[in-house]
């Protein structure tokens, strides 16, 4: 079976800075390429972030580049979400998330970590 | 600027067919796949159609996907509506500047 644990999130002052983790298990890890998406408080899902599955390449939205940076470690099972110079408006519930192999669909969705932004 | 514009409610009686649109600006729907999302209350995402009208294993047959070239648009049907349905529903696509983009998303109510 597919798990995807998200953990790391908190609340933080603007500016201030954290570190999501997303443990993978019930399946190759290092074969899939791996996102982010984050859900603001009773808004809709917004896509972040993605990483290829050897890690040689990233993306980023236009909102968080810059700022957040992804990464992951394939010997650990383990996708990962560098948040710096947060903002309020990056208060959301962020979703470790998995693309179906060479697809678009995000087949594998985490329970999420929720990150709140604020003095 | 590539979009992806749904509905912000639809609503719908027990046993009802309901159509939800997803119509793309700044694009073309047939460039990628679609994939259509529904997210109950206090849970995470699931995929309900992926690739435009397929439907993974688990999803009933009373869920279906289509893409309309010529209103640049997507559809989620769902028909013999049951109350386990009520959800948000969103569509999913990919565009070459915007990257993966998600629909505002609809709130379906069966009542």
């Known amino acids: 079976e597919v798990q995807l644990v998200e953990s790391g999130g908190g609340l933080v002052q603007p500016g201030g800075s954290l570190r999501l983790s997303c443990a993978a298990s019930g399946f190759s890890f290092s074969k899939y390429w791996m996102h982010w998406v984050r859900q603001a408080p009773g808004q809709g899902l917004v896509w972040a972030s993605r990483i290829r599955s050897d890690g040689s390449e990233t993306d980023y939205a236009d909102s968080v580049k810059g700022r957040f940076t992804i990464s992951r470690d394939n010997a650990k099972n383990t996708l990962y979400l560098q948040l710096n110079r947060l903002r309020v408006e990056d208060t959301a519930v962020y979703y470790c998330?998995?693309?179906?192999?060479?697809?678009?669909?995000?087949?594998?969705w985490g329970q999420g970590t929720l990150v709140s932004v604020s003095s | 600027n590539f979009m992806l514009t749904q509905p912000h409610s639809v609503s719908e009686s027990p046993g009802k067919t309901v159509t939800i649109s997803c119509t793309c600006s700044g694009g073309s729907i047939a460039n990628n796949y679609v994939q259509w999302y529904q997210q109950r209350p206090g849970s995470s995402p699931t995929t309900v159609i992926y690739?435009?009208?397929?439907?993974p294993s688990g999803v009933p047959d009373r869920f279906s996907g289509s893409i309309d070239s010529s209103s640049n648009s997507a559809s989620l049907t769902i028909s013999g509506l049951k109350t386990e349905d009520e959800a948000d529903y969103y569509c999913q696509s990919y565009d070459n500047t915007n990257l993966w983009v998600f629909g505002g998303g609809t709130k379906l109510t069966v009542l």
């Open positions: 690739e435009d009208d397929q439907r």
């Open positions: 998330v998995r693309a179906s192999n060479g697809g678009d669909n995000f087949d594998s």
